[in-house]
RNA sequence: CGGGGCGUAGCACAGCUUGGUAGUGCGCUCGGUUUGGGACCGAGAGGUCGGAGGUUCGAAUCCUCUCGCCCCGACCA
């Protein structure tokens, strides 16, 4: 009998990401054309990488705040280059009460232009600045074609705004959410090694002086942009009069700055870690880190059992996230299965020959079948099970890195990046125009994922232009 | 919006060509036997066959219209 019916990745990576989601009861598809129904065991993953990436944000300076669902359509219309971008993917209301509205309302699509407003009147003088503030909210942005986590109609995700008396303070802050909690907590909370940089013209956020980003490498050796933090000049400032009086009584505006991960890397971290048997998931974002399976024939025997289970679990409640499963119309083997799909890192098995020994059998979803089984004493299990956990967490994290190298390639020459590209990151020197890009682009799927922040001392030669430049990209394609 | 496919039990599907009692597997309920890698036996519940119209003595099946969904391509956290 096939021991589950996912597809296995080499056969048909897309399908198996959908087997997944489904295996592991993480989303399902709803009556809503493109919005998925984030079910309990994926939800719970979210709410464990909001939890890490709510404390960062918080412990960085920031407040939580919501802005409306809705969004005067005038508002979105103001910033020239951010209506051209996200015109075509916004939903309107135009009836409400039974009647048509005077001016429509658009469903936000990203909120830099009702809470830009709302600045405005929060902003007079140097003394408000700097203005610091997070919302949790779900989004909506009508996609041709959609993806359960990838991409969805509707999504959840943090925004974060601020605003700034200088352009150096907004730039400092773009760059500390990339790298002080987003890097931050995609690497060591999910366990996804990223790439940072700059993105280009090309890619950067519709009326963004710059963009940020986080890229993560997924098993199929296609880009995940995880993360992106905007540099947003004046731009919406000048577009939605955000002005402060400086001490020296000149008016100015203000320098602000936008930031978002949404439930986007639910995607990332499936595709990132989990295998053909189902979901794998770094402890730290693990639901369940535990689950203990009592294995009896009698009543007898389940007695004894569940007695060395309370036991061994005593001192669990404020160590792990566990969970006893105690059913027992299921076999132990169905039970077995059933957690691995769901990703579960660590399985404690423990029947009659356990008490009788004073073991239990101990199992690594990390490692799969009798390799990552084990037998170990009852006495120090939760210290055992601590440290295990740990070198979970840290086993596929460096898997995933190690993984990003040995598909981290380099290029000379176009040709020589066409044979790679498909494989993997290609890191180029390019100095290319945006252009060039969308050459590339169509020629090969790929696009420019980052300019790296380490960029070489020495120069080199364009692959493309073969112009020389200092300048690298890593190139990619991607979700 | 173009190209392809599919709507029959909770899910996956067969039945349609050639019209005649609506089926199979999984799941579900009940009873019993089981339980160290997806247990088994028995009994049972569950359907306006996507919708509307038409042809016919009779339509899941044939005809017309309609609605919805999925996949592939053009947009994107």
């Given at each position: 009998m096939?021991?589950t ?7 048909d990576?897309?399908q198996w990401?959908?087997?997944?989601v ?18 309990p065991?994926g939800?719970?993953?979210w ?7 709510d404390?960062r944000i918080k ?7 919501y802005f ?7 508002y979105l219309?103001?910033?020239?280059e951010?209506?051209?971008g996200?015109?075509p ?11 048509e ?9 990203t909120?830099?232009?009702i809470?830009?407003?709302?600045y405005?009147?929060?902003i007079?003088?140097?003394?408000d600045?700097p ?13 041709m074609?959609?993806?359960?986590f990838?991409?969805t109609?509707e ?12 352009e150096e ?6 760059l500390?959410i ?5 890097t ?12 940072r ?8 956020f ?9 890229e993560?490498m997924?098993q ?11 540099n947003?000049g ?9 002005k402060?009086?400086t001490?020296d ?6 320098w602000?700055?936008?930031w978002?991960?949404?439930?986007r890397?639910?995607?990332a971290l ?8 189902g979901l794998?998931l770094?402890p ?5 880190q535990?689950?203990v399976i009592?294995i009896?024939k ?7 059992v569940?007695e060395?289970?309370d ?8 160590r792990f996230r ?6 027992d119309h299921l076999?132990p083997?169905?039970k077995?299965?059933?957690?691995e ?12 020959k ?5 073991t239990?059998a ?9 390799e ?9 299990l939760?210290?055992?099970i ?10 596929l994290?460096d898997?995933?890195?190690?993984f990003r190298?040995?598909?981290m390639?380099?290029a000379?020459?176009?040709?020589d ?21 969308d050459?590339?682009k169509s020629?090969?799927?790929a ?13 080199g ?10 300048r690298q ?7």
């Open positions: 096939a021991k019916n996912i597809t296995p990745r080499e056969k990576y897309s990401y959908l087997d997944i489904d295996a592991a009861e993480m989303a399902e598809a709803s009556g809503v054309r493109g919005c998925m129904v984030i079910k065991h939800y719970a993953i709410e464990l990488i909001q939890a890490a990436m404390k412990e960085t300076g920031h407040v939580n705040a409306p669902l809705l969004i005067p359509k005038s219309m103001k910033e020239a951010h209506v051209e996200f015109a993917q916004v939903a309107e209301v135009t009836r409400a009460g039974g009647e509205l005077a001016e429509p309302y658009v469903i936000r699509p909120s830099e232009t809470i830009g407003a709302t405005a009147k929060w007079k003088s140097w003394r600045l203005v610091l503030v997070n919302q949790w909210a779900n989004v909506m942005r009508w996609e074609r959609t993806r359960p990838l991409r109609s999504f959840l995700w943090q925004e974060g705004h601020t605003a700034h008396a200088t303070e907004a730039e400092r802050e773009t500390m990339l790298h002080d909690v987003y931050d907590v995609v690497e060591r909370v999910m366990a996804i090694p990223v790439l940089g700059l993105k280009t013209e090309n890619e950067k519709a009326g963004a002086l710059r963009t940020y980003a986080i993560a997924m199929d050796g296609k880009a995940l942009q995880a993360g992106t933090s905007h947003l004046q731009n919406f400032a000048r577009s939605f009069e955000i402060y009086t001490p009584n000149r008016e100015e505006f203000c602000t700055t936008s978002g991960v949404s439930t890397l639910i995607g499936i595709m990132a870690h989990s295998d053909d048997d794998v770094p730290q974002v693990a639901p369940i535990v689950v009592p009896f009698s009543d007898e025997e389940r007695a004894q569940m060395a289970v036991r061994i679990t005593a001192d669990w409640r404020d566990w969970k006893l499963d105690a059913r076999s083997g169905f077995f299965n059933e957690w799909v769901k990703g579960v890192p660590v399985r404690v098995e423990i029947g009659m356990d008490v009788a020994k004073g239990v101990l199992a690594r979803r990390d490692v799969p079948g009798r990552g089984k084990s037998f170990v004493e009852q006495a120090g939760t210290e055992r601590a440290a295990v956990l740990e070198e979970i967490q840290k086993a994290f898997r995933a890195q190690r190298e040995e598909h390639f380099e000379d020459t176009y040709e990046f066409k044979t790679k590209v498909g494989r993997g990151f290609v890191r180029v020197f390019f100095d290319g125009t945006g252009e060039d890009e050459k590339i020629d090969t799927k696009t420019v994922r980052v300019l790296p922040f380490d960029q070489p001392e020495a120069e030669v364009c692959f493309y232009t073969n112009r020389k430049t200092k990209a890593i190139f990619a394609r991607s979700y």
